[in-house]
C-alpha cells in the first residue's frame, strides 16, 4: 500500500511539473521585459519595446526536458552577452549569465 501511495504522488508530481512547464513564448516575453527594465536608456527601451521580441526569438535555443526546460540566449546583439535559464513551475530561473 506505501509503494502504491509513492508511486501516486510520483505521478502526481510529474504531472504538476509537465503542467507548469513554460513555454517558449513566455520565455521571449520575460526576457524583453526582464531586459526593458535593466536597460537605462529611452532610445534602448523603444528598440526592446519594438524589436526585442524578435531579437530574443532568433537568439534562443530550447531544450525541452517535458517536466522543464533549459533556455539559452546570446543576447550579444544587444550587448548583454550569453544567459542560460531554466523554465519550470511557470517561471524562469536564470542560472547562468556571461556579459
Sequence with gaps: MRRLFSILVLIAVIFILSATNPERSAYIDWANHKTMD??????????????????????TTQKDYFIFS?????????????????????????????E
Excluded: P, Q, R
Design 38 to 59: 535593466k536597460s537605462s536608456s529611452l532610445i534602448e527601451k523603444g528598440l526592446l519595446s519594438v524589436a526585442g521580441k524578435s531579437i530574443f526569438d532568433a537568439g
Design 70 to 98: 533549459i533556455y539559452k540566449t546570446d543576447f550579444s546583439e544587444v550587448g548583454l552577452g550569453k544567459v542560460t535559464s531554466i523554465g519550470i513551475f511557470n517561471k524562469f530561473i536564470t542560472i547562468s549569465s556571461k
